[in-house]
């Protein structure tokens, strides 16, 4: 009930186009199916009316009809002050008509020979003189009924015209108002998307994700488009048939009330066995699309190791297992198609025909033969819409389900973008008995103290999983913080929103990540604050302008996903230009060249010497000569600091940080050099552990 609730709260977003559909409907509905009212008036009032009494008229007035010198008017259209004369009969024997000059009792069967109709019930029979009427003069009987046939016949189409021109509206306007409900819900996926923690992506592959978004939404999309359309329609559509039917006669409407608790009782079964069905349909087709894109992103890897058999078996399985469960899907469709309703349709007309058949096409029987021609039409009609929603169950549990896997996503507890700008602040950090743990009570960082003042340069080293990420992690807000409090300019980020710290926060990560578009475009990620002046100046700041001085566009140079048409050290410079291009007021280099040549190097380095002034910058770094100008170099091991000053300081201490630094420079060239001495505006070393 809770998912039929949100659903239809987003149906509500866009209620008056709805309302409209529904009014459209409801005069379609009324339209379409006044039709075999007039059909039953057409055989019950004017072709099988000629059975009525009819009365002698004194003259030739309207709608009398001539035969053997005198003239007959129907006694039912005498109009007030015309006086009845004697009355006569018009009757069908068989395929012929007969004409009685007299009163007659017309129940019985009927025959007729040597100038006699006789009636017959059971023993009894009775005979009257009657005379067998030529075509010609059977329709002069029927001329005055013509008038009100074709009278009918233009009403009936000119109903059918309105009918269609509201059909469209509702079309229309049903599903113009169904695709922006679907519009909205993606919106709405999509922004859920930048609300959730890093936490969540780093547990569900991003194939998993995009599904949700694409596949799942659009089978969202096909239960307001065809699903609710064909229910919708179809409920007002039967409800206005019964309406109908117990207007016409209400013991055949009780007989097809039967009807509605066998479609109900086969809508649950159908339902309780589809659900399960498409929960792991939907499943394993996201699984399918997680390995399809992990397979795309790794191709490299899976040809260079030759993994491209081991690859297609999963891709098999997942595949078959999906197979498995869309045929269990297809035998449970096969089972309740429209051939059960057609089951159904011919059990109620038999049933009907069983029931009234004996008396129901006898002027004097029950029912009249007008009014079982409109039930049959009715019954038809009425199974046209159940057809419909039958062929729509199996859609409506795919999008049940995926609409469940939806709104789970977006269930799922999330930060909101935060609105307005904070005023750049200076960049003093303070990390005050940090303790952070990615798993609970599994801590990666422990009791973490250190300070960096505005315009410090503070490096990160440390072993593969000392910490040195997750302190950029938590500086970040990707994570919070268990333990312990981090603070910038004195204020605790905990306290200021993630986005709005992160304003004046400058990322380059070891695999930059460039989008579709140009390079300019990826240095100002198309915000309209930054002008083309400020991409320009980026650039040239970290010395691209002359690595990227051999692309024919230049700045201008169409990039495609990740960059891939770029190389490394050109991808890095874009990274940085991107970080300077938004001023940040502290700036982080997460292994920021390690990819890059030592060509490229020198010239970011260079570059940075002037793009770091009156910038805090953290430094995680391998090649340990790329931090040795500095201010604070932080030695981590598993998640402690246990080593920290500046390199001088680091080296003459000979401890961890001294000996990670030998092994990459080589111990002859260490031997070689001369000692470092202190310098003079280093404070007092620090050591830790």
């Not at 048939?241 to 016409?248: D, N, R, S, Y």
């Not at 009330?257 to 399960?276: E, H």
């Not at 260079?304 to 045929?327: G, I, P, S, V």
Request: with cysteine; net charge neutral; glycine share 6%.
């Amino acid at each position: 009930m809770k998912l039929l609730k949100k659903l239809f709260n987003y149906a509500l977003l866009y209620k008056k186009s709805f309302v409209i559909a529904l009014v459209m409907l409801a005069i379609a509905v009324a339209a379409e199916l006044t039709g075999p009212f007039l059909a039953k008036s057409m055989i019950d009032n004017h072709i099988l009316g000629i059975e009525r009494p009819w009365s002698e008229v004194q003259s030739n007035t309207k709608d009398a009809v001539p035969y053997q010198e005198h003239w007959y008017k129907r006694t039912d259209n005498l109009k007030a002050g015309e006086v009845p004369g004697n009355e006569v009969r018009v009757l069908q024997v068989g395929r012929q008509f007969v004409f009685v000059n007299e009163a007659v009792q017309t129940d019985g069967v009927r025959s007729f020979e040597n100038g006699k109709l006789v009636f017959t019930s059971g023993e009894n029979t009775r005979a009257y003189p009657a005379s067998k009427l030529s075509v010609s003069e059977l329709i002069k009987f029927y001329q005055p009924e013509m008038k009100g046939i074709m009278w009918l016949m233009g009403i009936y189409l000119g109903l059918l015209l309105v009918s269609c021109v509201f059909e469209y509206g509702r079309i229309y306007y049903l599903q113009t108002s169904a695709n922006r409900v679907i519009q909205k819900m993606r919106t709405d996926v999509y922004n859920q998307i930048h609300r959730l923690p890093i936490n969540y992506f780093d547990t569900l592959p991003a194939g998993k994700v995009v599904s949700r978004i694409t596949n799942d939404t659009e089978a969202v999309k096909d239960l307001f488009v065809n699903v609710l359309a064909n229910f919708f329609s179809g409920t007002v559509y039967i409800t206005g048939i019964f309406v109908a039917l117990f207007l016409l006669d209400v013991r055949l409407a009780l007989v097809c009330l039967v009807i509605v608790p066998i479609l109900i009782l086969w809508i649950y079964i159908y339902r309780k066995f589809a659900t399960q069905y498409n929960r792991v349909i939907r499943s394993k087709l996201s699984d399918i699309n997680g390995l399809i894109n992990e397979s795309i992103q790794g191709m490299t890897v899976i040809r260079a190791f030759r993994r491209q058999k081991d690859t297609e078996k999963e891709f098999e399985e997942m595949n078959e297992q999906h197979l498995h469960y869309r045929n269990k899907m297809l035998n449970l469709n096969s089972l309740t198609s429209h051939n059960l309703v057609n089951v159904i349709r011919s059990l109620a007309l038999a049933t009907v025909v069983w029931y009234f058949g004996s008396k129901s096409f006898d002027i004097t029987g029950a029912i009249s033969f007008g009014v079982i021609y409109a039930f049959v039409d009715y019954l038809g009609r009425m199974f046209q819409p159940i057809v419909g929603m039958v062929n729509q169950l199996a859609q409506l549990e795919q999008a049940l389900v995926s609409a469940e896997r939806v709104f789970e996503l977006m269930d799922l507890p999330g930060t909101d973008v935060a609105d307005g700008a904070l005023d750049r602040y200076k960049g003093n950090v303070k990390f005050d008995h940090v303790s952070f743990a990615y798993k609970d009570d599994e801590y990666v960082l422990k009791d973490i103290s250190f300070e960096a003042k505005q315009g410090q340069t503070v490096a990160l080293v440390g072993h593969t999983g000392s910490g040195k990420s997750s302190i950029l992690n938590v500086l970040f807000r990707f994570y919070d913080v268990q333990k312990g409090e981090i603070t910038v300019d004195g204020v605790n980020v905990q306290s200021i929103p993630k986005q709005l710290l992160r304003q004046h926060m400058g990322i380059v990560l070891q695999d930059p990540f460039l989008f579709t578009g140009t390079i300019a475009s990826n240095v100002s990620l198309e915000d309209p604050s930054i002008t083309r002046e400020q991409i320009e100046k980026a650039l040239r700041d970290v010395g691209a302008e002359t690595i990227l001085a051999n692309l024919p566009k230049g700045f201008d140079e169409p990039v495609i996903e990740k960059g891939s048409t770029l190389s490394a050290g050109q991808r890095q410079l874009v990274s940085f230009a991107r970080a300077l291009a938004f001023n940040p007021a502290i700036l982080i280099l997460d292994e920021a060249t390690a990819n890059i040549d030592t060509e490229t190097e020198a010239i970011i380095q260079s570059a940075l010497d002037v793009v770091k002034k009156g910038r805090t910058t953290f430094i995680i770094a391998h090649r340990l000569s790329t931090i040795r100008s500095a201010d604070q170099i932080l030695v981590l091991h598993r998640g402690e600091i246990v080593e920290k000053g500046s390199h001088e300081e680091l080296m003459l201490h000979k401890g961890r940080y001294y000996q990670m630094y030998q092994l990459q420079q080589g111990s002859q060239q260490e031997a070689s050099a001369p000692a470092p001495g202190p310098s003079p505006a280093a404070a007092t070393p620090s050591y830790i552990g």
